[in-house]
Every structure is written in C-alpha cells, then in structure tokens.
C-alpha cells in the first residue's frame, strides 16, 4: 500500500498552479501566455514561476513568436511532460481508488 502514499506524487506537477498548467495543456498541447494565464485565473507572476519550474524539468516548452508585429510567448506540453503527468494521474487514481475500497469494506 505504501506506493499510493502521497509523496510519490511528484512535486514538480503537484504545485497548485502548476497542476493547473498540466491539466490544461494535457487538453489542448499547446497555447499562448495570455490565453493560458487568462484560462486559470493565475496572475503574470505566478504563471512565469509555474512554466520557469516546468521548463527547467523540461516539461513544457516556451518558444517566443512574432506575431503581427508582438512577441507572444507560447507554451507546449513535451513528450516527456505527457508521460510525467499521465503517471501523476494514474498514481492519482490508484489513492482514490484505494479510499473508495476502503469506505466500501467500512461501510458493510
């Protein structure tokens, strides 16, 4: 039982903001800076720390596009990010799925 224990969730996608970065790359793989931060109600600042800590675990991927005239930042989701969060959810499952088990023996 003890590979459901919480601290084999990992820390990097764990971060409240950044499980929301995950999450909603994992739907969509790629976007922009704005739409992203406007999409989960994060500010500039916590936004930039989240894909810094993610970028440097190469988990997401930062590219700066000209677009008409303005540089936007847009963040992608690696292969590697995939599979971290894909594991992450999975670990996920497995702890809700051993609480639900448990209330169940509990309850009869």
Do not use: C, W
Request: cysteine-free.
């Amino acid at each position: 039982m003890k590979q459901h224990y919480p601290e084999n969730l990992d820390e990097i996608i764990h971060g409240r903001s950044r499980l929301a970065v995950m999450a909603f790359l994992a739907r969509v793989r790629t976007t922009d800076f704005v739409k992203l931060r406007d999409e989960l109600n994060l500010s500039d600042g916590s936004l930039s720390q989240a894909l810094k800590k993610l970028e440097e675990a190469n988990i997401v991927k930062l590219d700066r596009v000209i677009d008409v005239n303005r540089t936007r930042t847009q963040v992608t989701l690696t292969r590697k990010g995939d599979d971290m969060f894909r594991q992450y959810v999975s670990k996920l499952n497995e702890m809700i799925g051993d609480v639900a088990a448990r209330e169940e023996r509990m309850a009869r």
